[in-house]
């Protein structure tokens, strides 16, 4: 049976684990950041005015780029 490989062709078994800085990193991160936890004692008020803020801040800076994405898909080309 052949060892396996990567989508590059590297042998895995040469690959080895993940180094211990990475293992952590990926540990850190998956903490539940966006639940809302009382023991952590933010105010639920504190936690739904911080959410509705980044809602906000997401349709301010991304209706402007979405604007001009549907204009110039909708824009006709000519093909001379």
Do not use: I
């Not at 993940?18 to 504190?46: K, T």
Request: aromatic share 8%; net charge negative; hydrophobic share 40%.
């Amino acid at each position: 049976m052949a060892p396996a490989t990567t989508a590059n062709g590297a042998d895995m078994a040469t690959l080895g684990p993940p180094p211990a800085a990475a293992a952590e990193a990926a540990e850190v991160f998956d903490e539940d950041w966006e639940e809302f936890d009382p023991a952590r004692g933010v105010q639920f008020s504190y936690h739904m005015m911080a959410g509705s803020c980044a809602g906000m801040m997401e349709h301010v800076v991304m209706f402007p780029v979405d604007t001009l994405k549907v204009r110039g898909e909708g824009t006709p080309t000519r093909n001379t």
